[in-house]
């Protein structure tokens, strides 16, 4: 289960961009009570990132599952055609790299989950914040229902991935395909399953007002305005990047097959290719 987390990552990283930016925005982002810019997301990286005693819980049960239960098959690394041979090479090359990879296993593993059930629109998340003393947006009514899947379907989602995959006598990326592709059906897109609800427009006086308010220097307005750009751009366009993701993912890997072959000393004559 702990491999699942890095491959859904991998090929979904168009998807998982706006949630793996997001806690960095806010990190950046001047506080409400240190300074009176006005932020991106009005809110704290503890809506994007687990509570420290959680992440170094799930951390440590990661390492315990490394440390007792790291199973490599001999096929794995028999065959140096296969891309997870290199993988599971860079792992085992010293004893500490395995328990390195604990943290990182836990934040994708954080982020597939979280992007279960957030608003695929990050920007939005700080609507209900207040400004100039006065809610920016009204709240949201009782029996909206909001993007995202249910706890449910995560939880049998995980019960039936780990059906599946710790049964696997081998790690192939090919045992990955349907618990991706089931989650990747179900992940809210920005645009498609976003709230419809229009935010509510703030007068000119009370632009006027937070404008005076909240004087922010040029340097900070031109940062604030390219990060936002750049997250809005990325949610508006999630699925074309994915698509531009997965044709460099695919032009790669047929170059590689097709260019880069070579051939084993007890078989000359014979091109082996890169293959998952």
Same mark, same amino acid.
């Given at each position: 289960?702990?491999y699942?987390?890095?491959?859904? $990552? ?10 793996? @930016? ?5 990190? $950046?982002?001047? =506080?409400?009570a240190?300074s ?12 994007f ?7 170094? $819980? ?6 315990a +599952? ?14 140096n ?5 290199? *993988?599971?090479?860079?792992?085992l ?17 954080? %982020? ?5 059930? %957030?608003?695929p ?11 100039g003393?006065?809610?920016r947006?009204?709240?949201?009514e009782?029996?909206?229902? $909001?993007?995202g ?16 995959? *710790?049964t ?9 395909i ?5 989650? =990747?059906l179900? *992940? &809210? ?11 509510? *427009?703030?007068s000119?006086?009370?632009e006027?007002q ?7 220097p ?7 305005? @390219? ?10 366009? +999630?699925?074309?990047l ?5 044709l ?19 078989? &000359? ?5 890169f293959?998952?």
């Amino acid at each position: 289960m702990l491999y699942l987390w890095p491959y859904i $990552t991998f090929f979904s990283f168009p998807l998982l961009l706006p949630h793996i @930016v997001a806690p960095f925005v806010a990190l $950046t982002q001047p =506080r409400e009570a240190d300074s009176k810019s006005r932020p991106l997301l009005s809110l704290t990286p503890a809506v994007f990132l687990p509570r420290t005693w959680i992440f170094l $819980t799930l951390a440590a049960l990661a390492m315990a +599952t490394v440390h007792f239960n790291t199973i490599v098959h001999p096929f794995t690394l028999a065959d140096n055609r296969h891309y997870v041979f290199y *993988v599971f090479r860079i792992l085992l090359r010293n004893p500490s790299v395995k328990y390195l990879a604990a943290p990182i296993y836990v934040l994708c593993g954080w %982020a597939c989950i979280r992007a279960l059930g %957030a608003s695929p629109d990050l920007t939005s998340l700080g609507a209900d914040a207040q400004i100039g003393g006065k809610p920016r947006s009204p709240p949201r009514e009782a029996g909206t229902k $909001t993007p995202g899947c249910d706890v449910s379907f995560v939880l049998v989602w995980l019960a039936t991935c780990t059906l599946s995959l *710790v049964t696997a006598p081998l790690v192939e990326p090919r045992y990955f395909i349907l618990p991706w592709l089931m989650w =990747r059906l179900h *992940v &809210p897109i920005a645009g498609r399953d976003s709230d419809s609800t229009p935010p509510t *427009v703030p007068s000119p006086a009370s632009e006027k007002q937070v404008k005076q308010d909240s004087p922010k220097p040029r340097g900070e307005q031109i940062e604030s305005s @390219v990060i936002a750009r750049m997250l809005r751009f990325v949610q508006a366009n +999630t699925v074309w990047l994915e698509l531009a993701w997965f044709l460099v993912i695919n032009v790669v890997t047929g170059y590689v097959f097709l260019y880069k072959g070579f051939e084993w000393p007890q078989e &000359p004559g014979q091109v082996q290719r890169f293959m998952w």
